[in-house]
Nanobody, 119 residues
Framework: QVQLVESGGGLVQAGDSLRLSCAASGRTFTTYAMGWFRQAPGKEREFVAG???????DYADSVKGRFTISRDNAKSTVYLQMNSLKPEDTAVYYC?????????????WGQGTQVTVSS
């Protein structure tokens, strides 16, 4: 059974940085896309960043140039480096992965980690 465990959230000030981590277990890590989503209060969950099995990345326009997603296949972990944080980045951040190899879909989700950015 796939398990995703996020960590690294917290309370920071605008302009600060945070790095989120997501440790995956329960299956081979290398052939699956990994992604980060977020959900702010009263809003729908939205895509933040994704990294495919071949390390190709994709970002939401709102975070391009500020956030970087990366993966460490040896540790079965995906990271989200968040720089120049803004109050509008405040949300619960979720790690996600797909059910099938070599597909860019998201079917499994972690429990989420809270990121709060004060102005």
């Amino acid at each position: 059974q796939v398990q995703l465990v996020e960590s690294g959230g917290g309370l920071v000030q605008a302009g600060d940085s945070l790095r989120l981590s997501c440790a995956a277990s329960g299956r081979t890590f290398t052939t699956y896309a990994m992604g980060w989503f977020r959900q702010a209060p009263g809003k729908e969950r939205e895509f933040v960043a994704g990294v495919k099995w071949n390390a190709i990345t994709d970002y939401a326009d709102s975070v391009k140039g500020r956030f970087t997603i990366s993966r460490d296949n040896a540790k079965s972990t995906v990271y989200l480096q968040m720089n120049s944080l803004k109050p509008e980045d405040t949300a619960v951040y979720y790690c996600a992965t797909g059910r099938n190899s070599y597909t860019y879909t998201y079917d499994y989700w972690g429990q989420g980690t809270q990121v709060t950015v004060s102005s």
